[in-house]
């Protein structure tokens, strides 16, 4: 089963937002495996900005367990990269992408879902996404390209 990209929200703040008024809590991404009736397979990962531990369970929300920030019990990048080509690695790595799209590009050829796009990179500029795709056509096969996605009706 294909699974989803989402946000959770971490307790830390990011220190570009420390000195604001309003607290704003870290975001990042995490890919989450589905299950056959639809929900997400509980896993444990580590926030990007802090290490806090954080169980997902649902789309969008984790639940921290405090006192495990020490814990090597999740997938890094660097256990993803004995289960993928030199090629994959090398294309992941330049465009530094986050654990999220590690985890998602190692789904999809896992599961032999060729042509399933995954987006490694979006910028917003003027009113338009741009977004940089990578497209497998077999495990060690891919395209890489570009796209522009206008949210804006005219």
């Known amino acids: 089963m294909p699974g989803i990209k989402h946000l959770i929200e971490c307790h830390c703040v990011l220190a570009i937002y420390r000195k604001n008024e309003k607290i704003i ?11 056959e009736k639809g929900n997400i397979i509980e896993k444990l990962v580590k926030c990007n900005n802090c290490e806090a531990v954080h169980l997902v369970k649902e ?19 660097e256990d ?15 465009e530094n992408v986050d654990l999220a799209t590690w985890e998602q590009v190692l789904d999809l050829i896992e599961d032999k879902r060729w042509g399933e796009p995954v987006v490694v990179k979006r910028d917003i500029i003027g009113e338009d996404q741009h977004v940089k795709i990578i497209t497998f056509i077999s495990e060690d096969r891919f395209k890489v390209s570009s796209e522009v996605i206008r949210d804006i009706v005219r």
């Open 80 to 94: 993803m990269k004995y289960m993928l080509s030199e090629r994959v690695n090398n294309f992941l790595e330049r």
């Open 25 to 35: 809590n870290h975001k990042f991404p995490v890919y989450s495996k589905i299950d």
């Open 59 to 77: 789309y969008c929300r984790s639940e921290i367990r405090a006192g495990k920030d020490q814990t090597e019990v999740t997938v890094s990048k």
